[in-house]
């Protein structure tokens, strides 16, 4: 059964310098809070892993989180561009980031071998990009039974998976429901895995539609809207200004340092973050 806890020893314990993590979430359920207590606690040398890239690895890659960054899409959804992002490819700052391309599909079927204890995944896809030119964890493989080329992409195993969801109940199991991505395999392919939820019931919602069972959790953490400025389906809508905001302070880097310092690491948790926030509702 996996340990309740804080999100301050949850990361304490399963993130270290130099892994690799995903923090998957798609269009809502991102786990925001856990990327700030990652940023928080001066985590460095990070391989982050993600399909979808948003503001919060825009905020982990700016701190100085990152060395490298695997994924198949990056950027502010509806706004624009991640420019800490940008300023680490273009310029080098805070330091230097290496990045690993894919498609959805390929993203997609590497955590689903991962997940399934397989060396790669296999698909039709790449056909007439210059990806697997450039990408050493793309290459082809010969149907046994066709004698098709097909695209092999290697497994993905983070050495921690993150996620957010709606509801744990009160033996360690995870309920989550709305638009999927691929948060169950990412958990399932993670050598540990931490997931914070919007609160502990006693009885899942009858709305739930994917249960991780205790034995695949390392951590859980209550973290009541965790995936603010996302949203988190039946709890919280998006938060669209925060998005536009985050345009303008991201895109000076002595702007960003001072939000740094004054909504990370001079907060104790996510919840005096929210609080800073004045257009959140509710907190």
């Given at each position: 059964m ?16 130099g ?31 993600r ?10 890659i ?30 080098g700052?805070p ?6 391309e ?20 296999v698909?039709?896809?790449?056909t ?11 290459s082809?493989v010969?149907?046994?039974?066709t ?11 983070p ?27 990412a ?21 739930v ?9 390392s ?25 536009r905001?985050w345009?303008e302070?991201s895109r000076d ?5 001072e ?14 973050h ?10």
């Open positions: 996996p340990t309740i806890t804080t999100l301050h020893d949850a990361v304490a314990e399963h993130v270290h310098d892994d690799t993590v995903a923090l998957e979430g798609f269009t809502h359920l991102i786990p925001v809070a856990a990327g700030h207590e990652i940023i928080r606690q001066r985590r460095r040398d990070l391989r982050l892993v399909m979808t890239p948003d503001i919060v690895y825009d905020q982990m700016g701190a100085g989180a990152a060395t490298s960054l695997v994924f198949s899409w990056g950027g502010n959804p509806g706004v624009g561009s991640l420019h800490r992002f940008r300023e680490a490819i273009e310029k700052y330091h230097p980031l290496s990045i690993e894919h498609s959805h599909g390929g993203m997609a079927v590497r955590y689903s071998a991962g997940a399934s204890g397989l060396p790669f995944g698909l039709r896809g790449y007439g990009t210059d990806l697997p030119r450039y990408t050493d964890s793309i082809t010969q149907c046994p039974f004698g098709e080329s097909l695209a092999a992409v290697s497994a993905l195993n050495d921690v998976g993150i996620i957010h969801a709606q509801q744990a109940d009160r033996d360690g199991n995870i309920g989550l429901w709305g638009i999927q991505g691929v948060q169950k395999e958990v399932l392919a993670s050598r540990r895995s931490i997931v914070t939820v919007e609160e502990v019931v006693d009885t899942f919602d009858s709305r539609r994917v249960v991780l069972p205790s034995w695949v959790i951590a859980i953490a209550v973290v009541p809207r965790g995936a603010h400025p996302s949203y988190a389906h039946g709890y919280y809508e998006r938060d669209n200004v925060y998005y905001e345009d302070i880097h002595d702007r960003f340092n939000w740094l310092e004054q909504h990370v690491y001079d907060t104790e948790d996510f919840a005096q929210l609080a800073m926030t004045p257009h959140v509702a509710g907190v």
